[in-house]
C-alpha cells in the first residue's frame, strides 16, 4: 500500500481556519454544536493548541449559566466535548453534566424493542415513535461507551454497546453491508430505504473509534470490528473519482457530500495502512472543500429519513453546517495521529 500523502504543516493551518470560522458560528445545546465541538476537542488533542480548548471552555462555560436545557438522545452529543473539557482542564463540573446527560439516556430517554434508544431531538415539533436512525451511534451510543471507559461504569459501557448492537441489528442490510438511514419499528421497515453518506459516517466513525475503548476479549469487540469491517470493504468500493461518496452513496447521479466523506475517511485511517489509497484520494477531495475563511462546503443541511430517493438529492448542500466543520475536524485530526507521514 502506498503511504499516505499529505504536507503536515498544511494540515494544521487548514484547522486551525475551520476552529476559527466554527467559532464564528451560533449554536445552541444541540446536535449541531455538539459535532462541532466534537471536531474542535479533537484537534485540540491532536495539535496540543490550548487557544482550541480555551474557546471551547468559553463557550460551554456561557451555556452552562443557563443551565441544562430539555435533553434529548441528540441534545446530549455536547457530552463528547464535555468530555474532553474535563480530561483537559480536570474540572469536575464538565463530567458532573456529563454524568446528567448518560443518566438521562440511562433512566429518560425513549426506547423500544430490547432497549433500543428511539431518535428524539430537541424540538417539541418533531416526534419518530420507534424509528432508531443511525445518527444515534454517534450523538449517544457513543458518548456512553465514552462515559463509560472514562468512569468504569459496566453500565454506560454495556447501554453504550447495546445501542450498537441494536442499529446493527435493525439497520446495517446482509447483503450490501451498508447502513440504512432509519428503522420504523412499528411499520417494521426501513421507510424509504436508503443508504445515506452521512448515515454511514456516524456508524462507521464510531464504530472506529470505540474499538480501542473496548476489550478484545469482551464479545462486543468482535461484532463490532465485524460489521466495520465488513462496512468498510463496501464503502471503499463506492468512493466517486474526486475522492468523495455520494450523499446516496449507490446513486452516482447524488452529489458527493463533504461531511460524510470526511466521517467514513476517517474510519478507513483507523484500518492501518489498508485503505491508504482511498485515504489519500479523499484527502484531495476534503481538503479542496475548504475555503481560505476556513469554511467547509459541500455539506448537506440536517437530514430527516426522506420519503425517497429524490428527497435525499434535493436536500440542499449550499450553506456552511456545523456537523461539517466538525467531521472535518475530526477527520484531519486523526491525519495528524498517523505516522510515517510522507511530506509533499
Given at each position: 500500500?502506498?503511504p ?17 470560522r ?6 445552541s445545546w ?10 474542535v476537542?479533537?484537534?485540540?488533542e ?6 482550541y ?6 463557550w ?12 434529548s438522545v ?12 474535563y480530561?483537559?482542564t480536570?474540572d ?10 448518560a ?6 430517554a425513549?426506547r423500544f ?19 432508531a ?10 458518548f ?6 472514562l468512569l468504569g461504569?459496566?453500565?454506560y459501557l ?13 439497520l ?5 453491508n451498508?447502513y440504512?438511514h ?16 452521512r448515515?454511514?459516517?456516524?456508524a462507521?466513525?464510531?464504530?472506529a473509534?470505540?474499538l480501542?475503548l ?14 466495520l469491517r ?15 461518496w455520494h450523499t ?6 447524488s452529489y ?6 470526511a466521517g467514513i475517511?476517517?474510519a ?8 491508504n ?6 484527502i484531495?477531495?476534503?481538503?479542496e472543500?475548504v ?17 425517497d ?15 461539517g466543520?466538525g ?8 491525519l495528524l495521529?498517523t ?6
Amino acid at each position: 500500500m502506498p503511504p499516505l500523502m499529505f504536507d503536515e504543516q498544511h494540515i494544521r493551518d487548514v484547522i486551525d481556519r475551520v476552529v476559527d470560522r466554527t467559532f464564528r458560528m451560533d449554536f445552541s445545546w444541540d446536535w449541531p454544536g455538539g459535532v462541532a465541538f466534537y471536531g474542535v476537542a479533537e484537534a485540540f488533542e491532536a495539535t496540543g493548541k490550548t487557544e482550541y480548548i480555551d474557546l471551547l471552555k468559553a463557550w460551554v462555560d456561557e451555556k452552562l449559566e443557563d443551565g441544562l436545557p430539555k435533553l434529548s438522545v441528540n441534545g446530549v452529543s455536547i457530552g463528547h466535548s464535555l468530555i474532553s473539557l474535563y480530561k483537559a482542564t480536570e474540572d469536575k463540573t464538565y463530567l458532573e453534566v456529563a454524568e446528567k446527560m448518560a443518566e438521562y439516556l440511562k433512566a429518560e430517554a425513549p426506547r423500544f424493542g430490547e432497549g433500543v434508544f428511539q431518535h428524539t431531538v430537541n424540538s417539541v415539533d418533531y416526534n419518530f415513535p420507534e424509528q432508531a436512525w443511525v445518527d444515534t451511534m454517534m450523538m449517544a451510543g457513543y458518548f456512553l461507551v465514552r462515559m463509560g471507559a472514562l468512569l468504569g461504569r459496566d453500565d454506560y459501557l454495556e447501554d453504550g454497546l447495546l445501542q450498537y448492537h441494536g442499529h446493527e441489528q435493525y439497520l446495517q442490510d446482509t447483503v450490501t453491508n451498508l447502513y440504512y438511514h432509519g428503522w420504523d419499528n412499528i411499520a417494521g421497515n426501513h421507510m424509504s430505504g436508503i443508504f445515506w453518506a452521512r448515515g454511514n459516517a456516524w456508524a462507521a466513525l464510531t464504530m472506529a473509534k470505540a474499538l480501542p475503548l473496548i476489550h478484545v476479549t469482551h464479545p462486543s469487540f468482535m461484532i463490532i470490528e465485524g460489521s466495520l469491517r465488513d462496512q468498510l470493504s463496501s464503502l471503499v468500493r463506492l468512493q466517486a473519482d474526486n475522492g468523495m461518496w455520494h450523499t446516496v452513496l449507490t446513486d452516482v447521479s447524488s452529489y458527493t457530500e463533504t461531511s460524510g466523506s470526511a466521517g467514513i475517511a476517517c474510519a478507513l485511517l483507523h484500518t492501518g495502512s489498508l485503505y491508504n489509497r482511498n485515504v489519500n484520494r479523499s484527502i484531495k477531495g476534503i481538503l479542496e472543500q475548504v475555503s481560505e475563511d476556513g469554511s467547509v462546503f459541500g455539506v448537506s443541511a440536517g437530514t430527516a429519513v426522506m420519503r425517497d430517493i429524490d428527497g435525499y438529492r434535493g436536500v440542499s448542500h449550499k450553506r456552511v453546517q456545523g456537523w461539517g466543520q466538525g467531521l472535518a475536524l475530526v477527520f484531519l485530526a486523526d491525519l495528524l495521529r498517523t505516522s510515517g507521514r510522507v511530506y509533499s
